[in-house]
């Protein structure tokens, strides 16, 4: 079991920045990527980008590719999404997801933090 917890949403002005965080317990960290996914009202959910259990590898959802970064520190259990130029379309709730290296699944999510940009 995995457990996620995610924070630094708020509401910002278009063309600010957040910093989401996303901190992991419970199994050993590397053994999983990490994936940033959101969810506005009335929308399907949609990837936001990815990270390799080292950091190596990142993916990125073309709508965000430029402005946000993915990263991951292994020594805390932590996943950061820097999001900048922030726009309003990028409005959603943001969850931070787990899954086995070996595995193509998310089986583990946070409960969600809010984005809100004002236009």
């Known amino acids: 079991q995995v457990q996620l917890v995610e924070s630094g949403g708020g509401l910002v002005q278009a063309g600010g920045s957040l910093r989401l965080s996303c901190a992991a317990s419970?199994?050993?960290?590397?053994?999983?990527?990490m994936g940033w996914f959101r969810q506005a009202p009335g929308k399907e959910r949609e990837a936001v980008a990815d990270v390799s259990w080292s950091g190596a590898t990142t993916n990125y959802a073309e709508s965000v590719k430029g402005r946000f970064t993915i990263s991951r520190d292994n020594t805390k259990n932590l996943v950061y999404l820097q999001m900048n130029s922030l726009k309003p379309d990028d409005t959603a709730v943001y969850y931070c997801?787990?899954?086995?290296?070996?595995?193509?699944?998310?089986?583990?999510w946070g409960q969600g933090t809010q984005v809100t940009v004002s236009s």
């Open positions: 997801a787990a899954r086995l290296t070996s595995s193509t699944e998310y089986r583990y």
């Open positions: 419970g199994r050993t960290f590397t053994d999983y990527a």
